[in-house]
């Protein structure tokens, strides 16, 4: 079993930059496909941004070039760097983790273990 718990939401002014932690415990030791998802009012929850098991990452389009996502190498902390911020990144950001990704953006069924999520408001 795996527990993640998500900080470092705010509120920021567009043009902006937000530095997202998520920090890992428990049976860690066989590696995950980790992920980033957001949720906004209204919509449904989308996968922005990967770290796979191999060191693979992956990003939304509407992220790319703008959001970053690391992982250090204990395998303890994923950070997602987010930079550039517009108001539709207004969301619900939820740290997750499941088995391989292939280098994709599975949808959430594929992820067993979740945050409890940190909110993000651009303005």
């Known amino acids: 079993h795996v527990q993640l718990v998500e900080s470092g939401g705010g509120s920021v002014q567009a043009g902006g930059s937000l530095r997202l932690s998520c920090a890992a415990s428990?049976?860690?030791?066989?590696?995950?496909?980790m992920a980033w998802f957001r949720e906004a009012p209204g919509k449904d929850r989308e996968a922005v941004a990967i770290?796979?098991?191999?060191?693979?990452?992956n990003y939304a389009d509407s992220v790319k070039g703008r959001f970053t996502i690391s992982q250090d190498n204990a395998k303890i902390t994923l950070t997602l760097q987010m930079n550039n911020v517009k108001p539709e990144d207004t969301a619900m950001y939820f740290c997750?983790?499941?088995?391989?990704?292939?280098?994709?953006?599975?949808?959430?069924?594929?992820?067993?273990?979740w945050g409890q999520g940190t909110q993000v408001t651009v303005s």
């Open positions: 997750a983790a499941g088995d391989y990704c292939l280098g994709s953006l599975p949808p959430q069924w594929h992820f067993p273990y």
């Open positions: 428990g049976d860690i030791s066989g590696g995950y496909c």
């Open positions: 770290f796979d098991r191999d060191g693979t990452t």
